[in-house]
């Protein structure tokens, strides 16, 4: 059974940071790229970043570039976004996904609260 559990959330004040975490289980982790979206309160669900498992890369929504960065620990099956000098509109329940040629899982998100 495959399972993505995200963790780190928080409430935290505008300019703070979180790190996120996303440990995969009952998938090949290497095998999968690792994406993270969020979805604020009656918005849809938007990319936020992802983590190519066939060339490593690392691909951001122009909403974060130059503040979050995602990384990935194989020994863990883990993916991390760290998140610096986060804003108000960051807030939002963030999701992992892991995607392959064949499959499609996502978690159960986290929950991210920026104060001003």
């Known amino acids: 059974q495959v399972q993505l559990v995200e963790s780190g959330g928080g409430l935290v004040q505008a300019g703070g940071s979180l790190r996120l975490s996303c440990t995969a289980s009952?998938?090949?982790?290497?095998?999968?790229?690792i994406a993270w979206f969020r979805q604020a309160p009656g918005k849809e669900r938007e990319f936020v970043a992802s983590h190519v498992h066939k060339d490593g890369s690392s691909y951001y929504a122009d909403s974060v570039k130059g503040r979050f960065t995602i990384s990935r620990d194989i020994a863990k099956n883990t993916v991390h976004l760290q998140m610096n000098n986060l804003k108000v509109e960051d807030a939002a329940v963030y999701y992992c996904?892991?995607?392959?040629?064949?499959?499609?899982?996502w978690g159960q998100g986290t929950q991210v609260t920026v104060s001003s």
């Open positions: 996904n892991a995607i392959s040629d064949y499959d499609n899982y």
């Open positions: 009952g998938l090949t982790f290497n095998q999968y790229t």
